[in-house]
């Protein structure tokens, strides 16, 4: 549930937002044209990419670029409420806000650029920005264009001066020159992730109908027999080599529920995972 949402925009676009939300709760970002900066001040949360998961507590941030995003407020024992800060960054709003200053590595439009997103550092200059930001959504009457110019050039120079300077100029620079992940990119990237076909459609940017026509086109076979058939074996791979207990194995494999997944075990390989360490175990 949605408790607090505070926005400003800037020439028609959203730009910065604060948000109290009571989890669990889970939002579908899509960002066609745009970069995202979530800094998270209380709470839990973890974010899906196309192609990697995230996982961010409290003083943590992370740098986003375009594409479809699940975004998943956890609960916690220590946090009753996630709050956090959206900051995004449109190309056309880029172009107004540095005129004839802008950043040669905006200027530097590489489409071979392989980062989604990257984590990073909240330096001290950041967290006082973030303070600074703060201020101005508790005192809205304060805040005008020239201001919100001001803050979204300042985030971008403080960002270049963290460690992943290189991933937010290849992330940034990405905004000049869009592209998106392949479907398989997509599918072999979260295999073992706990995310609905619902979940992995909006990822891959399709409608769930097509989404599955896609996946028999390409994978012959059905979304939920591909992957399961995947998950049974990293199951039966840690049953040979590890030494995690049969419920540690299924959690791992991406199986929530235990009887399912020695029922689904079974099925496949005709002995319960036990027995089938058991007898790999005297080989």
């Known amino acids: 549930m949605v408790l607090s949402h505070k926005q400003y925009a800037l020439f028609g676009q959203l730009i910065f937002e604060k948000v109290i939300i009571q989890p669990p709760f889970q939002k579908m970002v899509v960002m066609p044209d745009q970069a ?38 956890l609960e916690t024992s220590g946090s009753a409420n996630f709050e956090a800060i959206f900051i995004h960054f449109h190309p056309q709003i880029l172009k107004r806000v540095f005129e004839r200053d802008m950043p040669s590595f905006l200027k530097n439009r590489d489409s071979k650029y392989k980062v989604s997103l990257t984590r990073m550092k909240v330096t001290p200059l950041i967290a006082k920005y973030i303070e600074g930001l703060m201020f101005y959504f508790d005192n809205p009457e304060l805040v005008n264009d020239d201001l919100l110019m001001l803050k979204l050039k300042e985030i971008i120079l403080l960002l ?3 460690d992943e300077y290189s991933n937010i100029e290849q992330i940034l620079s990405s905004l000049f020159s869009p ?59 840690l049953l040979r080599i590890s030494d995690q207990r049969i419920a540690e194995v299924a959690f791992s494999s991406g199986f929530n529920e235990l009887p399912y997944f020695s029922k689904c075990f079974k099925d496949r390989f005709k002995v319960s995972p036990s027995a089938y360490r058991d007898s790999h175990r005297n080989v």
Not at 39 to 62: D, F, M, Q, R
Not at 195 to 222: H, P, W
Request: net charge neutral.
């Open 160 to 162: 270049l001066q963290t």
């Open 36 to 73: 995202c900066f979530l800094y998270v001040i209380n709470g839990l949360g973890e974010t899906y990419s196309e192609v990697e998961k995230v996982k961010l507590h409290a003083s943590e941030s992370i740098l986003m670029k375009c594409g479809n995003y699940i975004t998943r407020m």
């Open 179 to 237: 592209s998106t992940q392949a479907f398989r990119e997509v599918i072999e990237a979260h295999i073992y992730a706990d995310l609905t076909i619902e979940d992995l459609s909006q990822l891959a940017n399709y409608s769930v109908s097509s989404f599955k026509r896609e996946f028999q086109k390409i994978y012959n076979n059905t979304p939920a027999n591909y992957f399961r058939n995947r998950k049974l074996e990293k199951a039966a791979e």
